[in-house]
């Protein structure tokens, strides 16, 4: 079966540090993976996807994505946060013939 | 485009009732999703459609759940009869393809009573 973790409920950084946000999977294959950002009182919305080649991804509001297939790890980065970017954060895999799976979300808060 | 939109934004009901959640997807997706979210569950896939035939219902927790979708631009979530444990937020998606990204709406509050 699929599965998607993400290890930290939480993060808390400062503004202006570098971030990451961390995803592991449980997939057999070759799957899609994505990460989504979820403001308050709305919907999720799409921040970047991997499926092949460079395993740097570069997404929306300046976030990157890094993957690992040894380490079967996606995890989600930005050189500088912002304050703005303080959201819960969602890590997602889509196998062929499968349904999208999310992950438990993780938390992101960036203090002034 | 204006996006996947949902109705209600909010619902408030009292046990037994019958609850209509509804969902405009974006014009030429061929896949709509329903989605559930609570604090305990996370976010939990309901039930999608492609080409507005039902594929996979297996995440619909009871017979009082049931899902349509008359045609391509129109769906609907029914819940009947609702309980205080369906208290959630109900989101619906689009998708152009199978493994493309998600669109969501904005989601419908459903309170439970």
């Known amino acids: 079966a699929q599965s998607v973790a993400q290890p930290e409920d939480q993060v808390n950084v400062a503004e202006g540090n570098p971030l990451t946000v961390k995803c592991t999977y449980s997939v057999s294959g070759n799957p899609y993976l994505f990460w989504y950002v979820q403001y308050p009182n709305r919907g999720l919305q799409f921040l970047l996807k991997y499926i092949t080649g460079d395993n740097l991804v570069k997404g929306s509001y300046g976030f990157e994505a890094e993957f690992n297939k040894s380490q079967t790890s996606f995890h989600l980065k930005k050189p500088s946060a912002l304050v703005s970017d303080s959201a819960l954060y969602f890590c997602a895999v889509h196998n062929y013939g499968q349904n999208f799976v999310f992950g438990p979300g993780t938390r992101l808060s960036v203090l002034p | 485009d204006a996006g996947v939109i949902q109705s209600p934004r909010h619902e408030v009901t009292e046990m037994g009732q019958e609850v209509t959640l509804r969902c405009k997807p974006i014009?030429?997706?061929?896949?709509l999703f329903w989605y559930r979210q609570t604090m305990m569950r996370g976010l939990e896939l309901l039930i999608y459609?492609?080409?507005?035939?039902?594929?996979?219902d297996s995440g619909m927790p009871e017979d009082r759940f049931s899902a349509k979708m008359p045609n391509a631009s129109f769906s609907t979530l029914k819940i009947q009869p609702s309980e205080p444990r369906d208290s959630a937020v109900y989101f619906c998606?689009?998708?152009?393809?199978?493994?493309?990204?998600?669109?969501f709406g904005s989601g419908t509050q459903l309170s439970v009573l």
């Open positions: 459609f492609n080409n507005n035939v039902p594929i996979d």
């Open positions: 014009s030429g997706h061929d896949y």
């Open positions: 998606a689009s998708s152009p393809q199978g493994r493309e990204k998600l669109f």
